[in-house]
């Protein structure tokens, strides 16, 4: 794979890269930012950078336009408009301050391809109509923009929900909001305002105007929604509500027009939950991978904080939903970390030598779920860690060492422990669910994968150790945000919402907590082995 | 020779062996050993040294359920049938309350005191309070212990020992863990105690009167 070798006053990056995007958007996949203020078109000339060595390809017509002869001649160029094809070496002339708001990582471009909904037809109320979609979720807020006239998605952003001030869980941010109007404001405007400022960084940075945002639809879990819109988000603190609808839609959404800069006439569509613990983000990620669409029987798993998982046996959908802990997003973890710029995202073995890649090719600062999967996967094939668990005794008691950083990266006892626990709630959830529906999982013809691990993950070594059933490797297919994709179809796409409401009517929920052998099961799924 | 197979069991419980903790149980009574000897070499010699080490290294969840499993079997082989449990230590009621259907913490605890001699009534998952204090009541326990994983429990755990001094249940002394119990504070949460694991309980309930120590 041919790099790009950024030089930054801090150091050198290296980023390796699929030919086919531009340097912009590579830059925008990672913490360092160009300056800009369009949408990679050449038009704002903003983001200027100096090529150091290698061949960038001739100039375009937009560059001619924003830079002249001397610059051109000594290697200035715009990141925007510069294909990379192999190797370069840059120099960032223009560089744009941090933000709490990121791009959408490229590999969610797959949709495009991927939809299969017809698009809404709209009456223009403008030249070119936009539309947002919004997965509101716990830890994270992504948004994608579209045009409403074509059939294209112009730019996304993804960022921390600000709630995390308050507490990182659900529980915690309900029970806060329960005790005290005054919090439930609160996380309701951190929540409204983080949208604001997503949507704001989306316009300067794109160029792109947010009142011609007509129409905005915003998928979530049960409690976020319920935050969003300060409606019966006590209810959701008792298990008697999980399996039953939540009136949890807010009275006006038309009021956050302004807050976030739509269109004056903007319509604002919050898709309602099926259930206290069944939201209308795991119905988005089924309606994107289109998982009811054959008779075929296929499994959808959103891995996360609480992780959902949904079953198709051909005539209905089984969803659960199953709280292991964050340790696949990378928290709670001595040396854990989202998937972001600095964390070891894939770990191979040689010689008895831990081989790490770290995203953004930084100094490694963490590792994130997918390095953890290959990281323990690659343990027990080596005999440093049986399959309870238990290192070997030649592993010291501060952990196994895997690079050294900022700080020295090891895995601990209580990583693997936490680790274990989280893997095991995936494990029981997919295995009371193929239960419910008489299947086995050989029986499953597609596994999709959406969440936390994003494209990272390593097959074979999550079916190695357990974390998904032991099928062909082929089956398996990996997402980013699913609920994103089908907030998009749902954006976009009537038929796509008359097809959520048929899903609706097609689910059957399962309470984990209620099976009788939920102990015993969970107790299998906490080994380190294929399942 | 006992001595042998005594070691065996120890190891085979401390390692989570279930089948080889049941098999070296029937062959120790077999060879005629009392099963209070086989509880007190064996079993609790097993619970002292998975304790120990429960506090000096990082128990994993898996060793401690496989430990507990072997644990329960073990006494199965010993006790068939509830009805003739040894000479109790005394009577403990443990329950995860209403609202919280997660209950590992809660069985570990129960193994742990069952193993020590205990006698636990077991009020379940996702009990009322109410239920609880009338099990308490009916029962007398030394105490009643509350496992918690999630922080919605908290205003029904704040109740138990109000609502039991209110009927006069004033020697039951209310304990607490699990994970969204162990970091809050005794007066916050209105108990005696909070364990930050199981053998954290084990020791309190020794120290209580009528207790074992």
């Known amino acids: 794979m041919p790099v790009v070798t950024i030089k930054l006053d801090e150091g050198e990056r290296h980023l390796p890269f699929e030919p086919g995007v531009s340097l912009r958007e590579l830059l925008d996949t990672t913490d360092i930012r160009v300056r800009t203020a369009c949408r990679g078109i050449g038009a704002c000339g903003l983001c200027r950078v100096q090529i150091e060595a290698g061949d960038a390809g001739e100039p375009t017509p937009g560059e001619y336009l924003h830079l002249d002869d001397a610059e051109l001649a000594k290697g200035f160029r715009l990141a925007c408009q510069i294909m990379p094809t192999s190797d370069l070496q840059v120099t960032i002339l223009a560089r744009s301050p941090t933000s ?24 223009p109320k403008m030249l070119n109509p936009y539309g947002v979609a919004i997965d509101l979720g716990t830890t994270h807020i ?35 909001a329960s005790e005290d109007a005054e919090q439930a404001r609160y996380l309701r405007d951190l929540v409204v305002n983080g949208i604001a400022e997503a949507l704001f960084d989306l316009g300067l940075r ?10 905005l639809t915003l998928v979530g879990n049960t409690a976020m929604i319920a935050l969003l819109s300060g409606r019966n988000y006590t209810q959701l603190l008792h298990p008697r509500y999980w399996m039953q609808a939540i009136d949890c839609l807010p009275e006006d959404p038309q009021i956050w027009i302004d807050p976030w800069g739509l269109h004056p006439e903007a319509e604002i569509v919050i898709i309602p939950p099926l259930a206290g613990f069944v939201g209308s983000d795991v119905l988005a990620g089924v309606l994107a991978m289109n998982l009811t669409d054959t008779s075929e029987p296929a499994l959808l798993i959103d891995f996360g904080t609480n992780s959902e998982m949904a079953l198709w046996d051909g005539t209905t959908l089984w969803v659960t939903s199953a709280a292991g802990g964050p340790a696949f997003e990378g928290s709670g973890l001595r040396c854990g970390m989202p998937a972001e710029p600095g964390a070891i995202y894939r770990v191979t073995l040689n010689d008895g030598v831990f081989d790490p890649l770290v995203i953004a090719d930084t ?3 963490g590792i994130c779920g997918s390095g953890l999967v290959d990281l323990i996967a690659n343990l027990i094939s080596a005999d440093l860690l049986t399959s309870v668990g238990r290192f070997a005794p030649q592993v010291p008691n501060e952990g196994v060492f895997i690079a050294h950083g900022e700080r020295n990266i090891v895995l601990t006892r209580k990583d693997v422990d936490l680790f274990q626990r989280a893997k095991a709630a995936i494990g029981t959830g997919c295995q009371v669910l193929l239960r419910e529906a008489g299947l086995s999982a050989q029986d499953l013809g597609r596994i999709c994968l959406g969440g936390a691990f994003g494209r990272f993950l390593d097959v074979r070594n999550a079916q190695a150790i357990g974390l998904l059933p032991n099928i062909n ?19 976009r796409s009537p038929v796509a919402c008359e097809h959520l409401n048929d899903l609706r009517t097609q689910t059957t929920m399962i309470n984990l907590g209620q099976c009788d052998d939920f102990d015993e099961l969970f107790l299998e799924n906490l080994f380190l082995q294929p399942s | ?13 401390i390692d989570g062996d279930q089948a080889t903790a049941v098999a070296q149980t029937h062959q120790l009574q077999a060879a005629g050993l009392a099963r209070e000897a086989i509880i007190t070499d064996g079993i609790e010699a097993a619970m002292t040294q998975l304790d120990a080490r429960c506090t000096v290294e990082q128990f994993n969840l898996l060793e401690i359920m496989l430990a507990g499993r072997a644990v329960m079997s073990a006494m199965k082989v010993l006790y068939p049938g509830d009805a003739a449990m040894f000479p109790s230590q005394g009577t403990i009621i443990l329950a995860s309350l209403e609202g919280d259907v997660h209950d590992l913490g809660k069985n570990i605890l129960k193994m742990v005191l069952t193993a020590k001699g205990y006698r636990v009534v077991d009020c379940g998952k996702d009990c009322p309070v109410d239920r609880l204090i009338a099990t308490a009541r009916q029962e007398a326990p030394l105490a009643v212990g509350i496992s918690g994983l999630i922080t919605t429990v908290i205003p029904q755990v704040r109740q138990v020992r109000t609502k039991m001094h209110a009927l006069g249940l004033t020697q039951i002394k209310v304990m607490a863990g699990g994970a969204a119990l162990k970091q809050a504070t005794v007066q916050s949460l209105q108990v005696d105690f909070i364990g930050e694991t199981a053998f954290d309980c084990l020791h309190y309930v020794e120290t209580l009167p009528g207790g074992a120590l």
Not at chain 1, 148 to 175: C, E, F, K, W
Not at chain 1, 206 to 215: A, D, K, P, W
Not at chain 1, 474 to 485: F, I, K, Q, S
Request: charged letters at 20%; proline letters at 5%.
């Open chain 1, 473 to 491: 490797p082929d089956r398996v297919e990996l997402y980013g945000n699913t609920a994103l994709l089908g907030c998009e179809d749902l954006l």
């Open chain 1, 142 to 176: 992504s948004l994608a923009l579209h045009t409403l006239i074509g059939h294209q998605r112009l730019a996304g952003r993804y960022g921390l929900n600000p709630q995390i001030a308050v507490g990182s869980d659900v529980i915690t941010r309900l029970a806060a």
């Open chain 1, 100 to 123: 709490a708001w990121r791009n959408l990582p490229l590999a969610n471009r797959r949709f495009e391809y991927l939809s299969t909904f017809p698009r809404r037809n709209v009456t």
């Open chain 1, 363 to 365: 100094a490694p600062r």
């Open chain 1, 206 to 215: 794109e160029g792109l105007n947010l009142e011609q945002i007509i129409r």
């Open chain 2, 1 to 13: 020779m006992h001595n042998a197979l005594m070691q065996k069991l120890v190891q085979a419980l």
